[in-house]
């Protein structure tokens, strides 16, 4: 599990570990939704509420915009066959305890519709997107008066440009004076995807330090027990294909039934208990921290990448400022929006943080869920040349590590100050 968890996604200083009150109300954080212990794999959250309204005189004129793509099926061309076959092979050898054996059975029967859909947006991530478009112009109807233009960038991955273009319909739906442009591709990774191999100016992290890694594994062997967890499912697990990803694709492939458009048999997604999906959440929140936070000892690559991504939100608008473009539109994966996040401080997810245990009070990967979204959106005044910026993380009012110029609104030229340097 410890090699698992790491190919998944291989300030502040906090003095203690969590207290156990502190653990307990995170561990009912994360179980009260039923989709957050997936992490990255979670559902796009609802009930956002209209955000905080401007100071007096402002208003809205202008969104940048970064957002991942909607629910999908799980990614990978064999994931599906080589999980099936993997249980297929243990009933047949008779190495299934009844738990394991329910479980097959479930698996077996919404296998056929898994099947050749891997990494495929599904209608709710469809959906997710135009629920997010209908939000923005709810939220800011004033950058939709008059003629509205609109620029959108998205990697080559279908999912992500099936995305973008339901977010730009639905737009287009409520707005009829909206035009908009699109385009896709490797000239853009070096923002959009940067840790993507497709980026011409890819460059891989350093290895993590032995201290980092020493710290991971006592992590995880203090976190998870993987061979009890298995002994609930198999007798024996010899000659049936298991390797060392197998718990973390047991992970992905149970959560990610809530991406679904069908229905699971129930006997597919209660295999995991309340603790063990905790469990599962910690170690791979952890494991994402290390990836594209800021965690001790770890090559930071996969965060200074995305001073990137920040000039390009900065010089972007100087050009869309005067070439009378509303919004600009990026879509992407997790694995870019994540680090984005962590790299502007928003929420304080740039925390450095020592402590495994104390890392799930500030870096939470389910708020990086399926169609993760951060909007920067602008307003200006006729009494002022000042700008100010509001930040929403998923339709939620978001903070900066920056000072406020009024409760949840910031000043431009702070921003611009703080993120114009490329760090790489």
């Known amino acids: 599990m410890r090699k698992l968890f790491l190919s998944l996604s291989i300030a502040l200083a906090c003095a203690a570990s969590l207290s156990a009150q502190d653990r307990q109300w995170a561990k009912e954080d994360v179980l009260a939704d039923p989709t957050r212990w997936g992490g990255t794999f979670g559902m796009y959250p609802e009930g956002q509420p209209l955000p905080p309204r401007?100071?007096?005189?402002?208003?809205?004129?202008?969104?940048?915009?970064?957002?991942?793509?909607g629910a999908r099926f799980v990614d990978g061309s064999s994931f599906y066959p080589k999980m099936y076959e993997l249980w297929k092979t243990a009933s047949e050898k008779g190495q299934l305890t009844p738990a394991g054996q329910r479980f097959y059975e479930?698996?077996?029967?919404?296998?056929?519709?898994?099947?050749?859909?891997?990494?495929?947006?599904?209608?709710?991530?469809?959906?997710?997107?135009?629920?997010?478009?209908s939000q923005?112009?709810?939220?800011?109807?004033?950058?939709?008066?008059?003629?509205?233009?609109?620029?959108?960038?998205?990697?080559?991955?279908?999912?992500?440009?099936?995305?973008?273009?339901?977010?730009?319909?639905?737009?287009g739906d409520l707005d009829r004076d909206l035009t908009f442009e699109v385009d896709?591709?490797?000239?853009?990774?070096?923002?959009?995807?940067p840790e993507s191999h497709s980026n011409p100016a890819y460059k891989a992290m350093e290895p993590f330090s032995e201290e980092a890694m020493a710290r991971y594994e006592r992590f995880a062997s203090e976190v998870i027990d993987e061979d009890a967890l298995k002994a609930r499912w198999f007798t024996s697990t010899e000659g049936i294909g298991m390797?060392?990803?197998?718990?973390?694709?047991?992970?992905?492939?149970?959560?990610?039934?809530?991406?679904?458009?069908?229905?699971?048999?129930?006997?597919?997604?209660?295999?995991?208990?309340p603790e063990d999906r905790y469990a599962i959440w910690r170690l791979q929140n952890y494991s994402d921290y290390m990836y594209t936070g800021v965690a001790p000892g770890v090559d930071k690559r996969r965060f200074l990448e995305m001073s990137v991504t920040a000039k390009d939100i900065i010089d972007r608008f100087n050009e869309d400022f005067l070439s009378g473009v509303a919004m600009r539109m990026r879509f992407s994966h997790d694995?870019?929006?994540?680090?984005?996040?962590?790299?502007?401080?928003?929420n304080g997810m740039d925390a450095q943080i020592e402590d495994p245990y104390d890392v799930e009070k500030v870096w939470r990967s389910y708020n990086i869920p399926m169609a993760c979204n951060l909007q920067i959106v602008?307003?200006?005044?006729?009494?002022?040349?000042?700008i100010l910026i509001q930040v929403l993380l998923n339709g939620f009012c978001a903070t900066l590590p920056l000072p406020e110029a009024a409760p949840g609104f910031y000043h431009w030229s702070d921003f611009r100050k703080r993120f114009s340097e490329i760090k790489i």
């Open 243 to 273: 390797d060392g990803d197998f718990m973390y694709n047991m992970m992905q492939l149970v959560s990610d039934c809530s991406n679904l458009d069908f229905p699971v048999p129930e006997a597919l997604t209660d295999i995991f208990t």
């Open 184 to 193: 896709y591709g490797r000239p853009y990774y070096s923002m959009l995807i």
């Open 54 to 69: 401007p100071p007096k005189g402002y208003k809205p004129f202008y969104i940048s915009h970064m957002g991942r793509h």
């Open 106 to 133: 479930a698996f077996a029967k919404v296998y056929p519709r898994m099947l050749y859909h891997e990494g495929i947006l599904t209608k709710k991530g469809q959906q997710q997107h135009r629920r997010i478009a």
């Open 136 to 171: 923005m112009y709810r939220n800011y109807p004033e950058v939709f008066k008059g003629k509205t233009n609109v620029v959108a960038i998205s990697t080559e991955s279908s999912r992500v440009i099936v995305s973008m273009l339901c977010c730009l319909d639905e737009l």
């Open 378 to 386: 602008f307003f200006k005044s006729r009494k002022t040349s000042d």
């Open 335 to 346: 694995t870019a929006l994540a680090p984005l996040i962590s790299y502007l401080g928003v």
